[in-house]
């Protein structure tokens, strides 16, 4: 059996990864000269289920447990140092209600959390801790994932290279093309982040750190050497490249409110990209004959994407079937346990 898998960010990699161990011949096909250089370049690479139960639904953090194991055991790419929730003093009605929301942390006063980031120490004085969450570097990530999968003999990489221009004729498509695919599901959206990496000598960090404000939330993930990402901004535009001035002062001054040295840091990069989702902001794993596609992962890619990747296995070996993905309605998937033939109907019905 051949699965042809378009698109090489992390969904479409963790995908090919997923049906690969399972003895599917895979081939995987990029349009760019590289892995990852898609939205997947500029995401956090938090891997936190239970920080992001705050904003977002439960199967979210459902799924997102299962990427824990992937990320950190199985490729060992991920480190679990937790992750710290702050609030200025005045915005501690904010981290109370993310205590509500969430679940599976410590709270901490401001002796626990100078224990636990020392460079934080006096600066605020309450904090939630989530100690099993993990973080990554999303680009290392996608490389050693690559160099994973060019190490099977049964997956074929082809890079700045169009499907329609391979003589092969797959079993199964797995379409991973992330915004990209609009063309294909009318229901999908963009919703633009923008990104910062700033380097700094001044300061170090041991684990994702978010600060909550009510107009200005942030957080800042350490990445090593002095680099840290600051991010990002939530913008329901369609405008892939462009990052504004507004962003980079409004994301500077955040990261400020973190740590004054960040006032200093140099700015080594900034970046913005669309990431691909459906109106209810979960993702999709939706069939179509032999075509599989994986999309609306929101700006949950890196936490969604090992889940969705191991039930895409499921359906093109066992014939699987996931409710909580495959089917369409927004209201906590009302489709699920409908006939199998009712499903595409339902999702016709919400445009996808």
Sequence with gaps: MLARVIGAGVAGLCAAYALARK?????????????????????GGMIAP??????AE??????GEEA??????????????????????????????????????????AKDIAALEPDLAGRFDAALFFRQEAHLDPR?????????????????????????????????????????????????RGVKGEMLILRSDEISLARPIRMLHPRRPVYVVPRGEGLFMVGATMIENEERARVTARSVVELVNSAFAVHPAFAEAEIVETGSDLRPAFADNLPRLLKRGRTLYI?????????????????TAEVVVNDGYFPEVMDADSDQRAAAGCERDDVADAARRTGI
Aim: glycine share 8%; with cysteine; net charge negative.
């Design 50 to 55: 239970w920080c992001e139960l705050e904003s």
């Design 58 to 63: 439960p199967l979210v953090a459902t799924l």
């Design 140 to 188: 290392a990530a996608l490389v050693a994932l690559t160099g994973r999968l060019a190490q099977l003999p049964n997956v074929t990489l082809h890079f700045q290279q169009h499907a329609g221009g391979l003589a092969t004729i797959p079993d199964w498509t797995i379409d991973c093309r992330g915004f990209a695919a609009r063309d294909a599901l009318s229901g999908l």
């Design 68 to 109: 824990l194991d992937f990320w950190s055991r199985e490729l060992g790419v991920a480190t679990v140092a937790g992750s710290l929730v702050v609030a200025p003093a005045r915005e501690r009605a904010e981290l109370a209600d993310f205590a509500r929301r969430t679940r599976n942390f410590d709270s901490l006063d």
């Design 295 to 311: 999309n609306g992962l929101y700006r949950h890619g890196f936490l969604l994407a090992p889940a969705l990747a191991r039930r």
């Design 23 to 43: 003895g599917v011949d895979v081939e995987i096909v990029e349009r760019e000269s590289a892995p990852g250089l898609g939205c997947s370049r500029f995401a």
